[in-house]
């Protein structure tokens, strides 16, 4: 299994809403990745898990609490988010390691705030 | 900090015309080098990559890349390109040390026309 899946494709939520976004990866990673994407514009590093264990968060704001549950699996909990939180948000994995290792991408989560 | 720049939003085409994508970066250390395809409403899929050694680097599809160091350039070359090369591409950098964190260009747009 060479794939990341995330879940759901699409979500639409209210600025008082509380949702999740899920990754999962079955390739043995033990690094795992959010990004964020608005239209037209490149990918941003929003936050890195090692081993399970959150190595670096980009000044995301509050309202993005990322979670990872064990080496297979990420969460990205939303709460209280803006409009212009809208974008896609794509999870991605590699190995774990010194040098350089492989990020591979899932689809992304497509994430409209009303 | 490394940056990357990507010199055009959106490069337009003819099928089996040759097109380049250019790509400059800065960065003040060693640097990994790539570039990434994104098709509409689909994650990113790594497309080549420069680590070290030969400074030309090819794709399983056609488009091969060369790392300039003098220039601090990384192009994408295609000498003859399809309906199907239509997608965003994306230069992208990582440092030696902490290359878990990918920087990346605007982006490039390229269009094949009949």
């Known amino acids: 299994d060479t794939e990341v899946t995330q879940t759901p494709k699409h979500l639409v939520m209210g600025m008082t809403n509380k949702k999740s976004l899920k990754c999962e990866q079955h390739?043995?990673?033990?690094?795992m990745y959010w990004y964020k994407q608005k239209a037209k514009k490149p990918p941003e590093l929003m936050f890195v898990?090692?081993?399970?264990?959150?190595?670096i968060n980009e000044s995301v704001p509050s309202r993005f609490s990322p979670e990872c549950p064990n080496s297979s699996l990420l969460n990205l909990h939303l709460h209280a988010l803006q409009p212009e939180d809208s974008a896609l948000y794509l999870c991605?994995?590699?190995?774990?390691?010194?040098?350089?290792?492989?990020?591979?991408f899932g689809p992304g989560t497509r994430l409209t705030v009303l | 900090a490394q940056s990357v720049t990507q010199l055009d939003s959106q490069v337009p085409v003819f099928e089996e015309a040759p097109v380049e994508l250019r790509c400059n970066y800065s960065s003040s250390v060693s640097v990994y080098l790539f570039w990434y395809v994104q098709y509409p409403n689909q994650g990113l899929q790594l497309l080549l990559k420069y680590l070290s050694g030969s400074t030309l680097v090819e794709s399983i599809n056609g488009f091969e890349a060369e790392f300039n160091k003098s220039q601090t350039s990384f192009h994408l070359r295609k000498p003859s390109v399809h309906i199907s090369d239509t997608a965003e591409y994306f230069c992208a950098v990582s440092e030696y040390q902490g290359a878990q964190k990918l920087v990346f260009g605007q982006g490039t747009r390229l269009t094949i026309n009949p």
């Open positions: 898990y090692s081993y399970e264990k959150l190595s």
């Open positions: 390739m043995g990673h033990r690094a």
């Open positions: 991605a994995s590699s190995q774990e390691g010194r040098g350089y290792n492989e990020q591979f």
